[in-house]
């Protein structure tokens, strides 16, 4: 009995995994109009990266839809089978995207047009009011002593004085006596 119930619940759970029609991943309820729904606040969907001579290698039929990230333009691209071309979801209005053409001929350069007329000055503005003056700083320390000057020269030696007065002669003095002989 064990057994039969065994098999019933697996055979069960086998029927309901086949039945589910869309996955999720990063989510156990995938939106039901979603074959694909991808949830994650910290990791992107990363898509088939190629070069735009790669990408139009894809053998056909090619799916409506078809994304790509080309590495040429560095943008995203998606197959429009209606017109049967890529459009490039980079510009603006889902321009297509192709390989680049050949560059064509250089025109006939035409004649210069007359210059216009300058256009008027317009008015100047107001003048702004001047700024308050800010509070002067404090008196910096004092520099250091400067070097010494060299010695002048000597001046030229002056003129001789004139010769002072003669003083008076003295008198003369007393002559002594004179010694006896021996």
């Not at 321009?95 to 050949?102: C, L, R, V």
């Amino acid at each position: 009995m064990k057994r039969i119930c065994l098999c019933i619940t697996a055979t069960i759970l086998a029927f309901s995994s086949f039945a589910q029609n869309n996955v999720g991943i990063g989510l156990s309820n995938p939106h039901p109009s979603a074959i694909l729904d991808v949830y994650s606040n910290s990791k992107g969907l990363l898509i088939p990266r190629m070069s735009a001579a790669q990408r139009i290698a894809i053998p056909a039929p090619l799916a409506n839809g078809l994304l790509v990230f080309d590495i040429d333009t560095g943008c995203v691209v998606a197959y429009d089978s209606v017109i049967a071309t890529w459009r490039n979801l980079c510009a603006i209005g889902g321009t297509t995207a192709g390989a680049t053409g050949a560059t064509g001929a250089q025109g006939i350069q035409g004649i210069q047009g007359i210059p216009g007329n300058p256009g008027t000055n317009g008015t100047n503005g107001t003048n702004g009011t001047n700024g308050t003056n800010g509070v002067n700083g404090a008196t910096g320390p004092s520099g250091a002593d400067g070097i010494n000057g060299t010695n002048g020269t000597n001046g030229a030696t002056g003129a001789t004085g004139a010769d002072g007065i003669n003083g008076t002669n003295g008198t003369n003095g007393t002559t002594g006596a004179t010694g006896t002989n021996g």
